[in-house]
């Protein structure tokens, strides 16, 4: 684990902003997906103002809820209102998880669509991930959901809304880069994720960005 702390809130969205710079830089196609949650609305809406080249970034989605698309609980809906509205990017560049008839439908439709756009292999240059204070990370839940060796997985939980499509650990695993975002309330669940071994404990090697108490 890379720990990156940082004494102020702005300072952790450019920190976050600085790696996704370092990680398109220099390439001709870069694949990124992002988390949904409270923590990435200010980092989406600051990462819009910047000067980037978005005709050459494919944006993906770790999770989402099954909820309607324009629904304030989408992950998409979030990431639309704050990042996707404000920058000019291809619409072809852009790949939400659809709501279809089933949470399954939708596992299956997003899970074909990932396999053929990486050919089979699905391996993102980087995923931005945040934290709950229960310790899960996406919306990977549990010990079962982590053992999933299947690119995408449905999950749920009696303390969360809402069943869940969510990448699976073997899949955010295999991405280039994994960002953690964790404002100063998470410190304590960082702290204590050796101790519990919550799901975000299994992110391998991950760059953890976090806010701590002055």
Not at 31 to 46: L, Q
Not at 65 to 71: I, K, M, T
Not at 78 to 83: A, I
Not at 117 to 140: N, P, Q, R, W
Request: proline share 4%; aromatic share 10%; with cysteine.
């Amino acid at each position: 684990m890379r720990l990156i702390k940082v004494s102020k809130k702005s300072d952790l969205y450019k920190k976050a902003i600085d790696i996704f710079k370092e990680t398109t830089y220099g390439k001709d196609v870069v694949n990124i997906a992002f988390s949904g949650g409270r923590t990435p609305k200010e980092f989406f809406t600051k990462l819009s103002k910047e000067d980037i080249d978005w005709e050459k970034i494919n944006i993906f989605l770790v999770d989402e809820r099954f909820v309607p698309l324009d629904s304030n609980n989408s992950n998409y809906n979030l990431l639309k209102k704050n990042l996707l509205d404000k920058i000019d990017i291809p619409e072809k560049n852009i790949h939400k998880i659809e709501i279809l008839k089933t949470p399954l439908d939708s596992k299956i439709d997003y899970e074909k669509r990932l396999l053929k756009y990486f050919k089979g292999d699905i391996k993102f240059d980087a995923v931005y991930l945040g934290i709950g204070e229960d310790g899960h990370t996406g919306s990977i839940f549990t010990m079962d959901d982590i053992e999933v060796l299947e690119p995408t997985l449905i999950t749920e939980s009696s303390n969360h809304p809402h069943k869940r499509i969510t990448l699976s650990m073997e899949t955010i695993n295999k991405a280039e880069k994994k960002i953690v975002i964790a404002t100063k309330e998470k410190a304590e669940v960082l702290e204590n994720l050796p101790k519990f071994k919550c799901p975000a404990f299994f992110i391998d090697n991950p760059i953890v960005l976090m806010e701590y108490e002055k």
